[in-house]
């Protein structure tokens, strides 16, 4: 399997050094099951520019409270987005990635994948229009 996706796409500030245990879970949890998905997707997916992995530093020096999927704290969160048809690839992330937790943006168009705590053990897809996250099913 090719990998598609590098490093620095999920890492929002290049000053900021990407610690090992980020590293990891960056390859582990994010590179290597969406690389599975690129390559049954057949298009580029791209990781939004303002998510990935994010320093606690720089959550908190933006007026966040520092405890984001994005700062890794736990196996991480990044967004997502193509030129295809997001349903697709939304049905694809759902089978072919362990994500707890996708939304939807749909304002925005891009898929928000993370691995926050899971209710029930369930997976779960929610959408976002602009107030907030509903939730819609587990998948």
Known sequence: MKLYFTFKEFCIDPGTPLPISVA???LDYHIIPMSKVREIFGKPIIVSDNSGYRSKLYEVNRG???K???TFYMNGA???TCSGDITELLELIIKHT???RICYY???N???CDYGVIDNDKRQYFED???GWEFIKHV
């Open 24 to 26: 990891q879970k960056l």
């Open 129 to 131: 229009d602009g107030d």
């Open 64 to 66: 966040r409270s520092g």
């Open 68 to 70: 984001s999927q994005h």
């Open 98 to 100: 362990n994500y707890h």
């Open 106 to 108: 749909k304002k925005k």
């Open 110 to 112: 891009f898929l928000h």
């Open 78 to 80: 990044a967004d997502y």
